[in-house]
C-alpha cells in the first residue's frame, strides 16, 4: 500500500533527524562547557535538509514526501530571520537539482510564505512558554502541510487521501518532537548554569567556613597561654615559652588568611624538607592546653631525623587538626598515642585515640566537606582540610576504628631523605 510506505519513509526521516541532533550535541557538549553557536545550529537544521530531501519518496511524477519543513521551521524559529532566510534559499536550491516540476514551485511558494510567517512572529515566538512554542510550530507546520496538500489537489494529482493525512500527521508530529528536544535542551542549560553559579556560590560559602574555623585554632591557643601569662607566679622560662607559642599561633594565623586558596584546593607552592618529629612536638605542644582540659594522657614516641617534602606551616596545621581532633574525642579522658618512623618505603604517622569511636560509615565520610561527628559542635572542615594537604604532598591517610574504642589514623608521605 502507497501510504504505508510513505508513512515508512518520513518517519525514518524523522528518526535520522533526532539521532543526528542528539549525536551533535553529545559530541559538542562533551568537549566543551560553552553554549553551541549558531553556526553550528545552522549546519545541523541544513544537513537535515539535505537529507530529508534525498531521502524523499517520489509519488507519481510531480510530489515528493519528505519532511524538510521540520527543521526549516524549527531552525528559523530559534536562529533568528537571516538564518531563516539562508536556509530557505538552501532548500530550494537543493530541491531545483531534483527537477523543475510542479511540486518544486508549489513547495518553493509554501515554504518561502512560511519563512515570512515565521521571520514576523520570530519576536512573539520567543515571548512563549515551552507548552505554547511547541504548539506554535505545530500550527505553522499545519498550514505548510495543509497549503501543500491544497495546491496539488488543485493540480489535479492522483494522491489518495491517507496518503495526504499521513504526510500531514507525520510533519506536525516531527515539527512538535524537534521543537520539545530544542526545549528540553535549552532548559537543560538553563538549570546547569544556575547548578554550577550555586556551586561557585558554595564553594565561597565553604571557603570562607573553613577560613574561619582554621584561625579560630591559632587564636584559640593564643588565648589559652594569655590566660596563663596572667598568672604572677610563673616562672620566667615558662613565661617565654608560652609566648614564643602565641607569637607562633599568630603567624600562623595569618598565613592562613593570606593563603586561603590552600583551604579550596591545597597546593604545596614552597617545598622544603620538614623534620618530621620536630614539627609533631610543635603540634602537641598547641594541644596541649587543649588536653588538659580533657584530662588526657600523651603519650609520643617520635624517632628523629625524618623527613618529608613539603610546607612546614600546612604540615602543621594537618597535624594540629588531627591531634585535636582526637581530643575532643575523649571528653571524658583518655590516652593520646603519637609516634613516627620509616621504613625503605615511606614515612610513616600514627595517631591513636581511645576515645567514642566511629562507624564504618562515618570513616567513610571523613574529610566531607561540612561533615563532622561532633554534630552541632563541628563543621568537618578541619578534616577537609588535613585530608586534602596530606593527598598535596603525595601522602595518603587511612583511618581505623570502632565505636567505644577509639581511632587510629595511619599518614604516610613518600620517603624525602634530607
Known sequence: MRWVEVTKQMILN?????????????FYESRTEKPISNVAHFLYFFLSIIISLFLSIKSGTQVRFDLRQVPLIVGGLYLGPVNSILLLAGTILIRSFLG???????????????????????????????????????????????????????????????????????????????TAMVESWRKNRFLNQIIMKTEKIEAISQMSAAISHEVRNPLTTVRGFLQL?????????????????????????ERIINDYLTFAKPSIDHLENIDVAKELVQAIN???ALANMNTTEINSTLNPNIY??????????????????????????GTLSISCFQNQREVCIIIGDTGIGMTHEQIARLGEPYYSTKGK??????????????????????????VGEGSIFYVSFPLKGK
Not at 610563673?234 to 607569637?247: F, S, V
Not at 617534602?309 to 579522658?333: H, R, Y
Not at 598535596?392 to 591517610?397: D, I
Request: aromatic residues 12%; contains cysteine; positive net charge.
Open 100 to 178: 523543475l516540476t510542479q511540486g518544486f514551485w508549489v513547495s518553493s511558494i509554501i515554504y518561502t510564505t512560511q519563512t515570512l510567517l515565521g521571520i514576523l512572529i520570530y519576536k512573539w515566538f520567543h515571548r512563549l512558554p515551552t507548552r505554547k512554542r511547541v504548539f506554535a510550530t505545530i500550527i505553522l507546520s499545519l498550514y505548510s502541510s495543509f497549503g501543500f496538500v491544497l495546491f496539488m489537489k488543485y493540480l489535479n494529482h492522483p494522491l489518495t487521501l491517507v496518503e495526504w493525512i499521513s504526510y500531514i500527521i507525520a510533519s506536525c508530529l516531527g515539527v512538535g518532537v524537534m
Open 229 to 253: 601569662l596572667k598568672d604572677a607566679k610563673i616562672e620566667e622560662n615558662k613565661r617565654i615559652e608560652y609566648l614564643d607559642i602565641a607569637l607562633l599561633e599568630t603567624m600562623r594565623a
Open 286 to 288: 598547641i594541644i596541649k
Open 377 to 402: 559542635n563541628g563543621t568537618g572542615l578541619g578534616m577537609m582540610v588535613s585530608f586534602g594537604i596530606i593527598r598535596a604532598m603525595n601522602g595518603k591517610v587511612h583511618v581505623e576504628s570502632e
Open 308 to 333: 618529608v617534602l613539603g610546607d612546614p606551616n600546612q604540615f602543621k596545621q594537618c597535624l594540629v587538626n588531627i591531634l585535636k581532633n582526637c581530643v575532643e574525642a575523649m571528653p571524658k579522658g
Open 14 to 26: 524523522l528518526a535520522l533527524f533526532l539521532v543526528i541532533l542528539n549525536t551533535f550535541r553529545s
